[in-house]
């Protein structure tokens, strides 16, 4: 099973601040095969990223995936209030397919 | 608009069953492989199943192997999770998504509660 770990587990940051989230597998994934959520409390989740740096339908380009291998990386350039929320990877380059533990994005 | 309804969610004693339905619209059911993924209370986001286009592969997480069932009618645009065996620790809310590994659509989710 490929474990992903995310760091770090809350991120701290004023609105128009930058976000860096870090997602580490423990063996290696195909981009093609990483995704990015964003839950907020009490809703569903939605698709922000998939194939490591492609935005999903009407994902707004703040946004942006990078990385390979076992390293990844959500940024978003410039926080908005409606972007604090909680995020999480997944990988399904192998079964079980699996999601990191999820990164807090707060108002500081 | 894509929409994923489920339903069939509930209380259930340990050792019960329950079955879960998921009502698609919005787009051509047939076409996509669907899942199941499940949000324990105040935890993070687990995989618990994938059904392909037609059926004809399944796949599961250890967790529930032997316990849980997911099956589609295409003819009625549904996608079930028929669960056995509940324990504790299958305690809760359940999403239905469209896309076998990577997520585009979810439903808002059903709570499912094993508790004596």
């Known amino acids: 099973e490929i474990v992903l770990t995310q760091s770090p587990g809350t991120l701290s940051l004023s609105p128009g601040e930058r976000a860096t989230l870090s997602c580490r597998a423990s063996q290696s994934v195909s981009s093609s095969y990483l995704s990015w959520y964003q839950q907020k409390p009490g809703q569903t989740p939605r698709r922000l990223i998939y194939g490591a740096s492609s935005r999903g339908t009407g994902i707004p380009d703040r946004f942006s995936g990078s990385g390979s291998g076992t390293d990844f990386t959500l940024t978003i350039s410039r926080l908005e209030p409606e972007d604090f929320a909680v995020y999480y990877c997944q990988q399904s380059g192998s079964s079980p397919l699996t999601f990191g533990g999820g990164t807090k994005v707060e108002i500081k | ?116």
């Open chain 2, 1 to 116: 608009e894509v929409q994923l309804v489920e339903s069939g969610g509930g209380l259930v004693q340990p050792g019960g069953s329950l079955r879960l339905s998921c009502a698609a619209s919005g787009f051509t059911f047939s076409n996509y492989w669907m899942s199941w993924v499940r949000q324990a209370p105040g935890k993070g986001l687990e995989w618990v199943a994938n059904i392909k286009l037609d059926g004809s592969e399944t796949d599961y997480v250890d967790s529930v192997k032997g316990r849980f069932t997911i099956s589609r009618d295409n003819a009625k645009n549904s996608l079930y999770l028929q669960m056995s065996s509940l324990r504790a620790e299958d305690t809760a809310v359940y999403f239905c998504a469209r896309g076998g590994y990577s997520f585009a659509d979810w439903g808002q989710g059903i709570l499912v509660t094993v508790s004596s």
